[in-house]
């Protein structure tokens, strides 16, 4: 069923929060489970809001649809998922989440913007995004430093992308990664990405490495008019990139 907040749905740092004492919210298996309601207008709102400081925190199975009134996205520095700015999550899972058809209606601005959006002033550690599905995101025109999945400043350690579907990515790229305070353990791979928009992966600005990231078993279909599966400056002991398909049907 559907699950209506007015001013969207927080989640806390939880208080004692450990590897042993873990938050869990999770749909029924087989059950299509909706959030519905955003934070409204202003900067860093959404429908979801992972504060500063949350830990051992999992969100599994949930839906958000752009497509519902009440899930419009109001402001820059925002997505239907955003990250309290200050940073210091830690231990966080999004699995199985489906977030889809935010066409360019869905947006009433287009300002950094993403799908999961994630600026930072302090370091995320272990965050893991997987098996989640990013359907038709299209946020209007001209565009601003965004993708599906979009982190912005400070410093990942333990960043790990893994088997995610994006389908119907315009005006976006699937993943957007600005950082210049450092990638440490960076695992991107068992994607499947087909892009409408400049690339599939864009190290946006510099990329600093502060070891190997890697990039392997992915598959990427850049149409439209994407051109590049992978682009951005990267420094440090840069990317492992190995064992991907990347096809494009229009720059053969």
Known sequence: GSYKQALGFDFPAFPGASAVNTATFKAAVGAVVKLV???????????????????????QG???????????IGG??????????????????????????FAATAWTTYTYVGGIYIQQSATVTNLTIEGCRFENLAPPSPFHTQGAISTRNGK????RILGNRFVGIKGMEPIQLRNSAGLENLVIANNFMVSEYEGAVDFYGTAVFINPGQFVYNTV?????????????????ALDVRNNIVFSTTNL
Do not use: C, M, W
């Open 37 to 59: 309601g955003s934070s409204g207008a202003g900067s860093y709102v959404g429908v979801v809001r992972i504060a500063n400081g949350a830990s051992f925190l999992t969100l």
């Open 62 to 72: 949930f839906d958000i649809d752009g497509t519902l009134p009440e899930n419009k």
């Open 76 to 101: 820059s520095y925002s997505g239907p998922i955003v990250f309290g700015s200050a940073g210091g999550q830690s231990n966080v899972t999004l699995r199985d989440l489906r977030i889809h058809d």
């Open 156 to 159: 990942f350690s333990g960043l």
């Open 221 to 237: 279909v850049l149409t439209g008019a994407a051109s590049r599966g992978i682009a951005g400056t990267l420094t440090g002991p």
